[in-house]
């Protein structure tokens, strides 16, 4: 076998080492996004497991700033169930959503809603921002009680524009807004992960049938 046979097949198999890692978490995120506008959350509330240090603590920080906890969620996506813990602020006007995540710290979300079909959203620590008609996703970066209050002013000068939003008082009013939210955003939300996980695997598949090609072709 010649240097530039030998160097083709080396790139192939590099190339097949590199499907093997990338292909597996596209095919999961490109399934978690195809069918996000029809999942839906469920309660979870007393058989859920126990929430991580790090969810317990958060959630701790936005009970001393006015939020009471509704319950615990489930999401069934395909890499498995994801749970999360749902608290709502004494007035009603958010919602909290806390996920475990790796590496932590997991993301807290803040959500608000109107019946005119407007959307706040604040994701805290970390994410992709959002800007489209109905929705405003903004990320914050800095510590969870600013989040929270970064959340909370635009809330209130939406409000003077859109008037009170739309109450929260169980997980029941948690699950209808769930379920607008993905209908509308989901897929559009979830877009810049997909990107990321499946370009990856593209490149890979890209350089495999070049390495297929030079494979055939050297001699």
Sequence with gaps: MTPAQL????????????????????????????????????DATGRAPKPSADRARRIATCE???YRPLGETVARIPGGDVFGT?????????????????????LTGFYSAWPDGT???TIHPRGDPL???GLSLRIETGTLPAAEAAHRDLLTRTAQRHGPPRLVRSLTD????DADYRTRFGGREL?????RAVAPAAAALLLTLISVALVLVVR
């Design 7 to 42: 160097s083709a097949v080396g790139t192939l198999i590099f190339s097949l080492v590199l499907l093997l890692v990338f292909v597996p978490g596209a095919i999961r995120s490109w399934q978690t996004a195809a069918g996000v506008s029809a999942r839906r959350q469920e």
């Design 64 to 66: 001393a700033l006015g």
């Design 86 to 106: 749902v608290l709502a602020s004494d007035d009603g006007w958010a919602y909290a959503l806390f996920a475990d995540g790796r590496p932590e710290p997991g």
């Design 119 to 121: 959307w706040l959203g």
């Design 131 to 133: 800007e489209i008609p």
């Design 174 to 177: 948690v699950f209808a807004l």
């Design 191 to 195: 877009r810049p992960l997909l990107i």
